[in-house]
Antibody
């Protein structure tokens, strides 16, 4: 069955960097676009990034543009989110999700990894 | 960017009730509208895609409708496991923005 498992979260100081990973299993990873979505404590969902199946296209929310980069390694069935210049407002649970081509709907989600930005 | 609004932001209902949640986009998004359910402490779950497509495994009491700017999620007969927060999301153009969520409780 489809599985997405995020890792790499933790406590980081303001201005610091962190790299999140998402390990995919149970489907042909290289066939699917992927997204990252985050959720601040007690808040709603915020879409933050998209990467196409072959890494040709990437896109970011304005809130993270220029600070976050997304990449993938299709040979290793892995998705990454590199976060730099972290701010307190980046504190959130970060989810990776698989996107279906039909309507870019996110049909499978990982369990999330918590990133806390605090001094 | 396309802004998404939902109404109501919260509602109280009982088991067996018919529940309707509305989502509105700031500009036309055709049918690129998805609905997700999130229970506390869990990842979101896709319910409806492309405005009216029922995701595999989702009970038929969930349905979606609409196109352009106005969309609706309907739960025909609320079940105990349906008490959760519901989010709409436009996938017409990036950023693929979510609505603020509608919390359904007892």
């Amino acid at each position: 069955q489809v599985q997405l498992v995020e890792s790499g979260g933790g406590l980081v100081k303001p201005g610091g960097s962190l790299r999140l990973s998402c390990a995919a299993a149970g489907f042909t990873f290289s066939d699917y676009s992927m997204s990252w979505v985050r959720q601040a404590p007690g808040k709603g969902l915020e879409w933050i990034s998209y990467i196409s199946s072959s890494s040709t296209f990437t896109n970011f929310a304005d809130s993270v543009k220029g600070r976050f980069t997304v990449s993938r390694d299709n040979a290793k069935n892995s998705l990454f989110l590199r976060m730099t210049g972290l701010r307190a407002e980046d504190t959130a649970v970060y989810y990776c999700a698989r996107a279906q081509e039909q309507a870019n709907q996110l049909d499978y989600w990982g369990h999330g990894t918590l990133v806390t930005v605090s001094s | 960017d396309i802004q998404m609004t939902q109404s109501p932001l919260s509602l109280s209902a009982s088991v067996g009730d018919r529940v309707t949640i509305t989502c509105r986009a700031s500009q036309s998004i055709s049918s690129y509208l998805n609905w997700y359910q999130q229970e506390p402490g869990k990842a979101p779950k896709l319910l409806i895609y492309a405005a009216s497509g029922l995701q595999s495994g989702v009970p038929s009491r969930f349905s979606g409708s609409g196109s352009g700017t106005d969309f609706t999620l309907t739960i025909s007969s609320l079940q105990p496991e349906d008490f959760a927060t519901y989010y709409c999301q436009q996938s017409y153009s990036t950023p693929f923005t979510f609505g603020p969520g509608t919390k359904v409780d007892v």
